[in-house]
């Protein structure tokens, strides 16, 4: 048997905990037959880098692209171009976000902007040669119920109807034109939940305020201010209408005799926190920001478990390139998560590392029960990368405070636990490529 297709459905800023039997019944279905990573994370909680990070199996500070509006490198080899040169076929569609660089100054800081909303040239596609249909800012491009892409030769495609379903007639188009003597690998990039940066909220498909009206808000949204109240059921129906289109999606692979030999990733590049940690959505170390969904399912991925060990959005890239057969580069930073099918290995790390641009210069370090976060002191987050000196900012217990209600990196009982967590972050900076910083402790 030839190597199997893979698929990776991409969302735009979706929680973990949407993935529940009223909003999402055909994704616990798919998960219950596959397996389900139910401690997922990024570890970049902006959608530019984060995407770099999946694209390459680099941290973002590696990639270049540590905030929005830097474009991924002529140079840099993805996952397309690795699968391209083991004879898959390589497709996109939907959001890019990797294009298009904006030099940010001290003036503009914190202002919108606006961003190129042009055709992506061929050389700005990371290597996705064989199909093309993609926005690089589908929020610019697009509102909910119409809007356009662009396609391989650079024409204007549109679209009018709710977008998760446009894009979805998209895919599909795909798969029914593809030829079954190559294997492909189709990335499909939503742009929900992710809100309409103009409208400045989200919109669910038709209704969706009153359908999900009374559903149970998140214990972390609920004793916090933001805007959640407003926009939670709009973002539920955003999450259900992918849902649906994911069960359009298995249907065609049903009918087109491709599931047998199909691989399917669902994941997301960061969480939300509906303005409840900071300024706006994400950007932060919290895990409403960072803890975000991960189902596979197809071969030898059918085992129907749920898996809890601690894995990272940049454990994706050689899990694909492993599936695929090709020989995963010693550069690359992730695991494949191949590793934790059988059992778990003794050696798994089980802790998550995250840089936070753009609210902050910042670095984090999840584990099981420890949140460790630090950032520069006097530093932009849009203008500055890293940084040599850091400033405690967060210590949460999690096994006794999940929502991270309680800030104790004033504690003083918790000194030795700092110093371990400083200590742990540090070696992990290192791997990431950048210097090892001192880090202060947290001043009021």
């Excluded at 003083?412 to 742990?424: F, S, V, Y």
Aim: include cysteine; glycine fraction near 6%.
């Amino acid at each position: 048997m030839k190597n199997p297709n893979i698929i990776l459905v991409f969302t735009d800023q979706q929680r973990y905990d949407t993935i529940q039997k009223e909003i999402t019944p055909n994704l616990l279905h798919i998960a219950k037959k596959g397996i389900h990573f139910t401690n997922a994370f990024t570890c970049q909680p902006v959608c530019g880098p984060a995407r770099s990070c999946l694209q390459t199996g680099l941290y973002a500070t590696q990639t270049g692209c540590y905030r929005n509006g830097i474009a991924l490198p002529l140079d840099a080899t993805t996952i397309a171009h690795h699968l391209s040169k083991a004879g898959y076929n390589v497709g996109y569609i939907g959001k890019w976000h990797l294009a298009s660089t904006i030099l940010p100054s001290k003036e503009n800081i914190g202002k919108k902007v606006d961003y190129q909303v042009k055709p992506i040239p061929p050389e700005r596609r990371g290597g996705y040669k064989d199909y093309w249909l993609a926005a690089d800012l589908l929020e610019f491009t697009s509102q909910p119920y119409k809007g356009h892409l662009f396609n391989a030769e650079m024409d204007k495609v549109e679209f009018e109807g709710y977008r998760v379903d446009c894009l979805t007639d998209f895919a599909l188009k795909f798969l029914e034109k593809y030829k079954k003597d190559q294997p492909f690998f189709l990335f499909l990039s939503y742009l929900e939940p992710h809100h309409q940066n103009e409208l400045e909220r989200f919109v669910g498909p038709k209704n969706s305020k009153e359908k999900y009206k009374n559903f149970t808000i998140p214990k972390d949204l609920k004793a916090s201010e933001g805007d959640w109240e407003q926009n939670y059921p709009d973002y539920l129906g955003c999450c259900a209408s992918i849902d649906k289109n994911i069960q359009r999606i298995f249907n065609k692979l049903e009918e087109l005799e491709l599931m047998e030999n199909t691989i399917l990733f669902f994941t997301s590049d960061h969480g939300c926190h509906f303005k409840t940690r900071n300024w706006e959505y994400k950007r932060s170390c919290h895990d409403a920001s960072i803890h975000i969904p991960l189902i596979v399912y197809g071969s030898q991925f059918l085992i129907g478990k749920k898996i809890k060990e601690l894995v990272s959005i940049i454990d994706i890239p050689p899990t694909i390139l492993k599936i695929a057969g090709v020989h995963i580069p010693p550069y690359i930073k992730g695991r494949p998560l191949q590793d934790l099918i059988e059992e778990t290995p003794k050696e798994w790390p089980n802790k998550i590392f995250i840089q936070i641009s753009e609210s902050q210069v910042g670095r984090a370090i999840r584990t099981k029960k420890w949140k460790y976060s630090v950032r520069a002191p006097h530093k932009s987050g849009f203008l500055f990368s890293k940084s040599k000196v850091y400033c405690e900012d967060f210590l949460y217990d999690l096994e006794n405070d999940l929502f991270e209600q309680n800030n104790l990196i004033e504690d003083p009982q918790h000194i030795n636990i700092r110093k371990k967590l400083a200590t742990l972050l540090k070696k992990h900076m290192k791997n990431a490529g950048e210097e090892i910083p001192e880090i202060i402790p947290y001043k009021g």
